[in-house]
């Protein structure tokens, strides 16, 4: 009940394509869904995050969508840059506390 | 704002060896947090500091793992002795401090520490 499942493992794209990573939960007290982007050799750095009491939320070039009945949030990337190429992580945690449950994380290719 | 420092960068020891990773964190900072980050998972974690106390070590191996943050302040994660699987990148983040208002606090994440156990 712990784990967060993000998928695809990998996902290469071509400038300006639309990338979807995909994060799925099972417990139910999680309120929390924040989006990391980590750059090699560096760590992970917040994108945006978002709870459960809204279906979607933007900034910028990045939007998540959020479905609380599927238990399931995604991380949708508008006008992919060859810059975007990192590792993303999904995480989420319980209301009440900042223990952050990470997902196993999705590198992206943007290819100019 | 100076980020999250650690180091050293990269270590190489091997196994049954002890070794120690160094934080600072970002000044005023209240909450410190060790993460463990195994090549091709995220990051999970190991221990959190609310100031000078812990606040949650419930994934911490404390038969060879121990962690400190002496004065509220910087903090030390060792390891002793070092086995195979703990090679891993060690990553020490902070936050302002713990719920204040019952929303999730960010946290700030310094570059981490590569360990290699040979």
């Known amino acids: 009940q712990q784990q967060v499942k993000q998928s695809p493992q990998s996902l290469i794209v071509q400038k300006g394509g639309i990338p979807i990573i995909n994060c799925a939960y099972e417990?139910?007290?999680?309120?929390?869904f924040p989006w990391y982007q980590q750059f090699p050799g560096k760590g992970p750095a917040l994108l945006i995050a978002i709870r459960p009491d809204v279906s979607e939320k933007k900034e910028g070039r990045f939007t998540i969508s959020f479905n609380k009945s599927a238990k399931q949030f995604s991380l949708h990337i508008m006008d992919s840059q060859p810059g975007d190429s990192a590792t993303y992580f999904c995480?989420?945690?319980?209301?009440?506390?900042?223990?952050?449950?990470f997902g196993t994380g999705t590198r992206l290719q943007v290819f100019p | 704002e100076a980020g999250v420092a650690q180091s050293p960068r990269y270590k190489i020891i091997e196994k049954r060896q002890s070794v120690a990773f160094w934080c600072n964190p970002i000044?005023?900072?209240?909450?410190l947090y060790w993460y463990q980050q195994i090549l091709g998972q995220g990051p999970k974690l190991l221990i959190q500091?609310?100031?000078?106390?812990?606040?949650?070590d419930s994934q911490l191996p404390k038969d060879r793992f121990s962690a400190e943050r002496l004065k509220g302040v910087d903090s030390t994660l060792k390891i002793q002795p070092a086995k195979l699987e703990d090679s891993a990148v060690y990553l020490c983040?902070?936050?302002?401090?713990?719920?204040?208002?019952?929303?999730?606090?960010?946290?700030?994440f310094g570059p981490g520490t590569r360990l290699l156990v040979l």
């Open positions: 995480a989420a945690s319980k209301h009440n506390t900042d223990k952050l449950i």
């Open positions: 000044s005023g900072h209240a909450t």
């Open positions: 500091f609310q100031n000078n106390g812990v606040v949650d």
């Open positions: 417990n139910t007290a999680f309120d929390y």
């Open positions: 983040a902070s936050s302002l401090f713990l719920l204040a208002s019952g929303d999730q606090e960010t946290q700030y």
